[in-house]
C-alpha cells in the first residue's frame, strides 16, 4: 500500500491532537466495521471556526485525515466548513488507498457531528447538515473485504 508524502507527515506530525475545553461543539464518531472512534473539539466565534482539535482512536489514515481536516476547518466560516468533505480532505492529501477512503469518511462525519452540536446548543439550524450517526459503518456501501 503506497501513502503519499502529505499522508506520512500527517500521520507522523498530526497537527490540532487534544481537547477544546470551552468548545463551542464536540462530536464524536466511530465505525464498528474497523473499530475506530473519533472526537472533534470546534471552538467557534461570530460564526468562525477559531480553532479545531481532535482524538482519534484510529489508524494511520484516521489520525491523517482528522489532522488535515481539523487544519482544513480553522479559520472558515460556518458555511464554508460544510465543503470539507471527505473528497476535499482527500484531495488536500493528494490521495488516500481505495480501502482507505472510509477513514477520511469518518473525519467529515466527525466535523459535521461537532458542528451540529453546536448548532443545537445555540438553537441554528445549519444548511446542507445532517443530523450525525454514532457509527458511519451502517450507512456506508463499502463491501466488507474493503476493511
Ligand atoms: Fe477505520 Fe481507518 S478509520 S481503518
Do not use: L
Given at each position: 500500500m503506497q501513502y503519499s508524502e502529505k499522508v506520512m507527515d500527517h500521520f507522523m506530525?498530526?497537527?490540532?491532537v487534544g481537547e477544546i475545553e470551552d468548545a463551542s461543539g464536540v462530536g464524536t464518531v466511530g465505525n464498528a466495521k474497523c473499530g475506530d472512534i473519533m472526537k472533534v473539539y470546534l471552538k467557534i466565534e461570530n460564526g468562525i471556526v477559531e480553532d479545531a482539535k481532535f482524538k482519534t482512536f484510529g489508524c494511520g489514515a484516521a489520525v491523517a485525515t482528522s489532522s488535515m481536516a481539523t487544519e482544513l476547518i480553522k479559520g472558515k466560516t460556518i458555511q464554508e466548513a460544510m465543503t470539507i468533505t471527505n473528497k476535499a480532505v482527500m484531495e488536500a492529501l493528494d490521495g488516500l488507498p481505495p480501502i482507505k477512503v472510509h477513514c477520511s469518511c469518518l473525519a467529515e462525519e466527525a466535523l459535521h457531528a461537532a458542528l451540529w452540536d453546536y448548532a443545537e446548543k445555540n438553537g441554528i439550524v445549519i444548511e446542507g447538515l445532517k443530523k450525525p450517526v454514532n457509527d458511519i459503518s451502517e450507512h456506508e456501501e463499502v463491501p466488507e473485504e474493503d476493511y
Open positions: 506530525n498530526p497537527r490540532n
